[in-house]
Nanobody
Framework: QVQLVESGGALVQPGGSLRLSCGAS????????LSWYHQAPGKERESVAR???????SYADSVKGRFTISRENSKNMVYLQMNNLKPEDTAHYFC?????????WGQGTQVTVSS
């Protein structure tokens, strides 16, 4: 059974940093790309960053240069390092996996950027 569990969200001041973590189980972790999405109140869920099985990364324009996605295959973990956070980064952040034709999401973790 596929499971994704996010953690690391918090209230942080503008300009601050956070590191989100996503623990995964139930599939061959190192073989699959994984992504981070976010969803702000009243808005659609949007892709933030993606990492391929080989470690290639891509980012939404809004976070390029500030966020870094990484993975640790030995621990079945994917991370999102978020630097220079802005109020517009406030959202619920989700880990995502596309596996055998299905979309899997964790419960998410809340990031709030406010002074």
């Amino acid at each position: 059974q596929v499971q994704l569990v996010e953690s690391g969200g918090a209230l942080v001041q503008p300009g601050g940093s956070l590191r989100l973590s996503c623990g995964a189980s139930g599939f061959a972790f190192s073989d699959y790309p994984l992504s981070w999405y976010h969803q702000a109140p009243g808005k659609e869920r949007e892709s933030v960053a993606r990492i391929s099985s080989r470690g290639s990364t891509s980012y939404a324009d809004s976070v390029k240069g500030r966020f870094t996605i990484s993975r640790e295959n030995s621990k079945n973990m994917v991370y999102l390092q978020m630097n220079n956070l802005k109020p517009e980064d406030t959202a619920h952040y989700f880990c995502h996996l596309r596996y055998e034709g299905n979309d899997y999401w964790g419960q998410g973790t809340q990031v709030t950027v406010s002074s």
